[in-house]
């Protein structure tokens, strides 16, 4: 049974820092590609930042550089710097294997200017 938990939300100031992490199971993560995204209230669901299976990193426009993502062992980071009120939201870790999509239960983050 696949099963991704993030942590690491929580309420911040504008410009400060969080960093979101995800712990997955039941899957063959080394050969699996990860990935954040999140979800705003009314909104559709973006992607945020993914990692491949063999490191390769790509980012959202809206990141600007403020996002990095990272993996190690079973998990998958998120580390946020710079954030603002926009990045609001819920954020969701997701894995893709043999082509089935993956969710964790999302960790809330809420950024106050």
């Known amino acids: 049974q696949v099963k991704l938990v993030e942590s690491g939300g929580g309420l911040v100031q504008a410009g400060r820092s969080l960093r979101l992490s995800c712990a997955a199971s039941g899957i063959f993560f080394s050969r699996t590609d990860m990935a954040w995204y999140r979800q705003a209230p009314g909104k559709q669901r973006d992607l945020v930042a993914q990692?491949?299976?063999?490191?390769s990193t790509a980012y959202a426009a809206f990141v600007k550089g403020r996002f990095t993502i990272s993996r190690d062992k079973n998990m998958v980071n998120l580390q946020m710097n710079s954030l603002e009120s926009e990045d609001t939201a819920v954020y969701y870790c997701?894995?893709?294997?043999?082509?089935?999509?993956?969710w964790g239960q999302g960790t809330q983050v809420t950024v106050s200017s």
């Open positions: 990692i491949t299976s063999t490191g």
């Open positions: 997701n894995a893709v294997q043999l082509g089935q999509y993956y």
